[in-house]
């Protein structure tokens, strides 16, 4: 199973990102996905999810700024990030998961720097 995360950089303060995160190895419309973020010093957080049905969750921090989707076809999941700040600056990580079997997966991170 491999996840591969791409699209994070450096961007100004009001700028726009956007992440990919392609899955192999598994049916990834079998999965739930996910898109988490760690800055230096704390605990990794969520940012967003979407069940493999499509229904999207946000941390109040990103509500209106950032959209999480899927592509089942692609086995993708991307995170379109608006009107970014200092704030949003971490590592991004994808996840997907599922309950029956019991998997987890997780991709190796992509920096997002925001310049203010």
């Known amino acids: 199973v491999q996840l591969q995360a791409s699209g994070g950089g450096l961007v100004q303060a009001g700028g726009s990102l956007r992440l990919s995160c392609a899955a192999s190895g598994i049916t990834f419309s079998n999965y739930n996905a996910a898109w988490y973020r760690q800055a230096p010093g704390e605990q990794r957080e969520l940012v967003a999810a979407?069940?493999?049905?499509?229904?999207?969750t946000y941390d109040d921090s990103v509500k209106g700024r950032f959209t999480i989707s899927r592509d089942n076809a692609a086995n993708t999941v991307y995170l379109q990030m608006n009107s970014l700040n200092s704030e949003d600056t971490a590592v991004y990580y994808c996840?997907?998961?599922?309950?029956?079997?019991?998997?987890?997966?997780w991709g190796q991170g992509t920096q997002v720097t925001v310049s203010s």
């Open positions: 979407i069940t493999n049905g499509g229904v999207k």
């Open positions: 996840n997907v998961r599922r309950m029956v079997p019991l998997r987890n997966y």
